[in-house]
């Protein structure tokens, strides 16, 4: 649980910079070491998104928490695999 908490602090902490652009992210869980998030608002749409997602959000997570192996957007996935 602590590891979510800290999880849940980088992503919070991050959050202004993706609002300052007309995006969001929001936590959904953390489960089996992989990240699942939310991208909402320009973030969505936006053709860097996968940038955003691996270089600067997921690499944020495992500086501070190195377990993690993957941030994944739920809207990129199937929701009927989720």
């Not at 699942?36 to 997921?58: F, N, P």
Request: aromatic residues 6%.
């Amino acid at each position: 649980m602590e590891q979510e908490k800290k999880i849940i602090d980088i992503i919070e902490k991050l959050r202004p910079y993706l609002m300052s652009d007309g995006g969001d992210i929001e936590f959904v869980k953390y489960e089996d070491n992989i990240v699942y998030v939310r991208l909402t608002g320009a973030c969505a749409q936006c053709h860097m998104l996968d940038i955003t997602l691996k270089d600067g959000i997921e690499a944020a997570i495992q500086e501070e928490v190195p377990e993690v192996v993957e941030v994944v957007n739920l809207l990129s996935i199937d929701m009927d695999e989720f």
